[in-house]
Nanobody, 125 residues
Framework: LQLVESGGRLVETGGSLRLSCAASGFDVENYAIGWFRQAPGKDPEGVSCISRPDDSIRYAGSVRGRFTISRDSAKNSVYLQMNSLSPEDTGIYYC???????????????????RGQGTQVTVSS
């Protein structure tokens, strides 16, 4: 199983970015996939996840209304559209196979050991 992120870069406050997570070795449509981020000196934070049963989506409160997660089964990829970025959104963003509850719905804050290396997002003030 492999996950590879791309799309991170330096952007100004208020700007937008679209991150991509390309999967290989498995079909993203069969797993819950999440986006996570880690700011310098801080613990990793769950950002959003999309579940398998019905593509239900969950967001962390800090990004709700600004970020949108989506899945493209044809491209075997998951995306994170990020709008209205602020310096607090700076960090390494990575995707991972999410942990799920008994009904298959993802936990925003938890992932398995299957994760990518991440892509750097820097938001300048």
């Amino acid at each position: 199983l492999q996950l590879v992120e791309s799309g991170g870069r330096l952007v100004e406050t208020g700007g937008s970015l679209r991150l991509s997570c390309a999967a290989s070795g498995f079909d993203v449509e069969n797993y819950a996939i999440g986006w996570f981020r880690q700011a310098p000196g801080k613990d990793p934070e769950g950002v959003s996840c999309i579940s398998r049963p019905d593509d239900s989506i969950r967001y962390a409160g800090s990004v709700r209304g600004r970020f949108t997660i989506s899945r493209d089964s044809a491209k075997n990829s998951v995306y994170l559209q990020m709008n209205s970025l602020s310096p607090e959104d700076t960090g390494i963003y990575y995707c991972a196979i999410s942990r799920v509850d008994d009904d298959g719905y993802c936990y925003v804050k938890e992932h398995t050991h299957n994760r990518g290396q991440g892509t750097q997002v820097t938001v300048s003030s």
